[in-house]
């Protein structure tokens, strides 16, 4: 993950934990469930490491990585699966960009960007 980047949370099939940001605290509980959610599925079904993230911009994105001897991580899997959770959560990711730009940027957010 590059610096210009802040993980909000992730999953790690090898260690079989869940990271959320104490950063980000302030997102109410029902988000972070159902990231929590997204994320441990996504790790059972296909393994390897699967983040969200900020961009500087308030962009989110997901990324996913494996080990190196990792055989049975399912590559073609992994993007169609990014792909779905990106289209069935997509209103998900566009409320999470809007909180990083109001409450992390302090950007002040018109009615009619909110449209």
Do not use: W
């Not at 988000?31 to 441990?40: P, S």
Request: charged share 30%.
């Amino acid at each position: 993950m590059s610096d210009d980047k802040i993980v909000l949370c992730g999953a790690n099939a090898y260690e079989r934990k869940y990271y959320f940001n104490e950063d980000f605290k302030g997102i109410p509980q029902s988000i972070k469930d159902e990231l929590h959610i997204i994320c441990v599925l996504f790790t059972e079904e296909i393994g390897g490491i699967f983040t969200i993230a900020f961009e500087k911009g308030g962009g989110v994105v997901i990324e996913t990585d494996f080990a190196e001897d990792d055989y049975l991580y399912d590559e073609i899997g992994s993007g169609l699966m990014v792909r779905e959770v990106r289209r069935n959560r997509q209103e998900l990711f566009e409320a999470l960009g809007l909180y990083y730009r109001v409450f992390v940027l302090h950007e002040e957010i018109g009615l009619d960007e909110r449209e």
